[in-house]
Nanobody
Framework: QVQLVESGGGLVQAGGSLKLSCAASGSISSGAAMAWYREVPGKQRKLVATITSRGYTDYNESLKGRFTISRDNAKNMVYLQMNNLKPEDTAVYYC?????WGQGTQVTVSS
């Protein structure tokens, strides 16, 4: 069993920043990649970014440059720094590790 708990979402004005955190606990391989996805009602959940245990990252091309994924292996944490937020970034953001999903955290960007 794996538990993923996201935090850090909220309401922010366009151009602002937020940092999301995800705390992972349970039976997680130390080599597991971690990822962030986001979902807008009525649309498919989409990959935002991934990070391997060694720190290699990959991003949704459309978000590269504004979003930064990072992790702390010692704490089993993954983060998503989001800068210059736009209204179209409004979504529920989910943490994903090894087939497990968190409950999601709402990010709302006002214009």
């Amino acid at each position: 069993q794996v538990q993923l708990v996201e935090s850090g979402g909220g309401l922010v004005q366009a151009g602002g920043s937020l940092k999301l955190s995800c705390a992972a606990s349970g039976s997680i391989s130390s080599g597991a990649a971690m990822a962030w996805y986001r979902e807008v009602p009525g649309k498919q959940r989409k990959l935002v970014a991934t990070i391997t245990s060694r720190g290699y990252t990959d991003y949704n091309e459309s978000l590269k440059g504004r979003f930064t994924i990072s992790r702390d292996n010692a704490k089993n944490m993954v983060y998503l720094q989001m800068n210059n937020l736009k209204p179209e970034d409004t979504a529920v953001y989910y943490c994903y590790v090894a087939g497990w999903w968190g409950q999601g955290t709402q990010v709302t960007v006002s214009s």
